[in-house]
């Protein structure tokens, strides 16, 4: 069973009133093309307003009236996938309006739940997918969106039974007329690529070996970090820069150590989160949250040195602590499987004070998203969240890609999901009664 609250993803953006639209900020020159086709994997170009005009044949069926005033004489059904287009998406908000979104803000905003209205017709897909809901009969902009991935198309709905082409609810790989993604920022300079993940999962293109083709990511590469003129420098001493991007992803690497000695890189760091900033961080690269958000998470082995907690490379068997994951990869035929290239070992999380997205200062305590089951020592948690003001961060004890290939793996598709959930709307939020 999937949880309302969590699931809302990007409903937020109904009420943020903003100019600008979201097109990735690049290091990397990301392909971003200006046209439409509505297809699975998005299009490039502006954001925002939604695509070309879709008619859904009815096929006649039953009437129920709607709190709207209208009478609810159609039915929409449908499957989320992934940008990738295969993929089963749990969890994205599906829903009708007359009026398209407001365009997405380009930077690293707080991104707060809102209240759902009662004359908005609207379904959460379930753990494969699928998605089902009345509605008059009439034109409308379909939204589909789940953690700031949001595709927006015109469609005319006809009584009776309207069954929703994929091309109209994949989620979309880049954005683009009626398409809208993340801006995203990705570490290159490391042992974990991430960025082959991203791009097997529909953002970007693989060649036959599964990794990223050049140029074709629709997020932002760092890749340089031997001196302080990289590109890599700028982006941890630089907030404005930080700032520019929804995600930054941080996997495996001590390439960038030393910045995180400094003060300053920590408070950044911090002020990102705060502001609505979403960090993805794995194994060697836990200094990230050691070092500016301590007192969460406890690494085993570490002595307060840089590094200390880093151990030989493990696999382990995965143990899922959240039942909406457990679904989800349940519905994908995953049940079992081992968690491949741990480079840390997490002994406990525990409660900390920190704002919330209202500047409040409150108690919280970290997410066990999945376990892992290590020799001698048992049970320890493999993937954590936590909120810090109106951000959110995520930290695995493993590679996200794991090991090198076309097909993607269990924790490769975990990323997926955790993606979504770390980039959710913030607070809480209850459907209409």
């Not at 954001?47 to 929409?76: C, E, H, I």
């Not at 089963?88 to 905003?109: E, N, T």
């Not at 376990?371 to 993937?383: E, F, H, K, Q, Y």
Request: charged share 15%; with cysteine; glycine share 12%.
């Amino acid at each position: 069973m999937f949880n309302k609250r969590w699931i809302i993803g990007f409903l937020a953006v109904l009420a943020t009133a903003c100019a600008a639209s979201n097109g990735a900020n690049t290091k990397s020159s990301p392909n971003d093309d200006t046209s439409s086709d509505g297809g699975a994997g998005g299009a490039g170009g502006q954001g925002g307003g939604d695509g070309p005009a879709v008619t859904v044949g009815g096929l006649g069926g039953s009437t129920t009236s709607t709190s709207s005033g209208g009478v609810a004489n159609a039915k929409l059904a449908g499957t989320v996938f992934a940008p990738e287009g295969s993929i089963p998406v749990s969890g994205a908000l599906v829903y009708l309006v007359k009026d398209a979104p407001a365009p997405i803000p380009s930077g690293a905003f707080c991104a707060k739940c809102i209240e759902i209205t009662a004359s908005m017709p609207y379904a959460l897909s379930a753990a494969d997918g699928r998605f089902e809901f009345d509605a008059p009969a009439g034109s409308y902009k379909l939204v589909v969106t789940h953690g700031m991935f949001r595709r927006v198309r015109a469609i005319e709905v006809a009584e009776g039974q309207n069954d929703l082409a994929p091309a109209l609810t994949t989620l979309p790989g880049k954005s683009g007329v009626g398409d809208d993604i993340p801006n995203m920022a990705v570490i290159a300079d490391g042992y974990d690529d991430v960025y082959n993940t991203l791009a097997k999962l529909g953002l970007g293109q693989v060649d036959s070996t599964g990794e990223l083709i050049e140029g074709s990511a629709s997020f932002s590469i760092y890749d340089d970090w031997d001196s302080p003129l990289g590109d890599g420098a700028s982006l941890f001493t630089d907030l404005s820069e930080l700032q520019q991007y929804h995600i930054v992803f941080i996997p495996c690497t001590d390439a960038f150590d030393d910045y995180l000695a400094l003060p300053k890189v920590q408070q950044n760091l911090r002020k990102y989160v705060e502001a609505g900033g979403r960090l993805y961080v794995t194994d060697y690269s836990y200094e990230v949250i050691n070092r500016a958000f301590s007192g969460r998470i406890e690494w085993h082995g570490g002595d307060g040195s840089l590094g200390s907690a880093t151990v030989v490379a493990y696999d382990a068997p995965a143990v899922i602590s959240d039942p909406g994951l457990a679904d989800w990869l349940q519905a994908q035929n995953i049940s079992s499987f081992d968690l491949v290239d741990s480079f840390t070992i997490i002994d406990s999380v525990h409660e900390y004070q920190a704002p919330d997205e209202d500047g409040i200062i409150k108690t919280f305590k970290p997410k066990v998203w999945m376990n892992s089951v290590i020799p001698n020592l048992g049970t320890r948690p493999a993937t954590v969240t936590f909120q810090h003001g109106c951000g959110k961060a995520l930290f695995s004890t493993y590679h996200t890609e794991g090991q090198f290939g076309v097909g993607l793996m269990p924790q490769e598709r975990a990323l997926l999901y955790t993606i979504l959930e770390v980039a959710v709307c913030i607070g809480t939020i209850e459907p209409p009664s």
